[in-house]
């Protein structure tokens, strides 16, 4: 059974710093390419990261540049996000996907409230 499950979100201040983790098991985790995406009240979903199989190639939407980053640690299956300097437009409902040749999996998110 496939399972992506995201943990550490939480209320911040503007400015705080969070840590997400994506814990998967049921799939061969280091054949697959991992994305944050996130979607903030009344919006679409957004990609906001993207790490390569073996962690080598990371790349990020604009806004998040800079303060955030993403990586994995494929002995234990988990991918992160690591976020700092962050602000009330970061608010929002952070997903994790796994994506191989032609499958496609996400998690259940997990909130990130950015609040003073």
């Known amino acids: 059974q496939v399972q992506l499950v995201e943990s550490g979100g939480g209320l911040v201040q503007p400015g705080g710093s969070l840590r997400l983790s994506c814990a998967a098991s049921?799939?061969?985790?280091?054949?697959?390419?991992m994305r944050w995406y996130r979607q903030a009240p009344g919006k679409e979903r957004e990609w906001i990261a993207y790490i390569s199989t073996g962690g080598g190639t990371t790349t990020y939407f604009d806004s998040v540049k800079g303060r955030f980053t993403i990586s994995r640690d494929n002995a234990k299956n988990t991918v992160y996000l690591q976020m700092n300097s962050l602000k009330p437009e970061d608010t929002a409902v952070y997903y994790c996907?796994?994506?191989?040749?032609?499958?496609?999996?996400w998690g259940q998110g997990t909130q990130v409230t950015v609040s003073s």
């Open positions: 996907n796994a994506r191989g040749t032609q499958q496609n999996y």
């Open positions: 049921g799939f061969t985790f280091s054949s697959y390419t």
